[in-house]
Nanobody, 124 residues
Framework: QVQLMESGGGLVQPGGSLRLSCATS????????VAWFRQAPGKEREGVSS????????YYADSVKGRFTISRDSAKNTMYLEMSNLKPEDTAVYYC?????????????????WGQGTQVTVSS
């Protein structure tokens, strides 16, 4: 059963922007730690950004700091990843994740609920 659903991926030129969305109707994202991960071809899945369940603090991987912004809209029960100044190395399948017990973090094992992923391709 899919509990998280991503959308917003696509093809964009280097330097461009995209906004990914992740929605659920199963539980309240406000009560969960939430995160975005990505997996490039031939590479392991890596944490990109997260929001703490405890106090809403946001965390970013060094590779995306200053370019990506994570946010959460409790009214819409949706989380977002705003991506700007995209680079070819940002090409990957992007996954959203959530967990009721984790406080914060960017490790896969910390998250029990996952979306199916959305492809982001940065190419001219």
């Amino acid at each position: 059963q899919v509990q998280l659903m991503e959308s917003g991926g696509g093809l964009v030129q280097p330097g461009g922007s995209l906004r990914l969305s992740c929605a659920t109707s199963v539980f309240s994202l406000h009560d969960y730690a939430v995160a975005w991960f990505r997996q490039a071809p031939g590479k392991e899945r890596e944490g990109v950004s997260s929001i703490s369940r405890y106090d809403g603090t946001t965390y970013y991987a060094d590779s995306v700091k200053g370019r990506f912004t994570i946010s959460r809209d409790s009214a819409k029960n949706t989380m977002y990843l705003e991506m700007s100044n995209l680079k070819p190395e940002d090409t990957a399948v992007y996954y959203c994740a959530a967990d009721r017990e984790t406080l914060f973090g960017l490790e896969e094992f910390q998250y029990h609920f996952w979306g199916q992923g959305t492809q982001v391709t940065v190419s001219s």
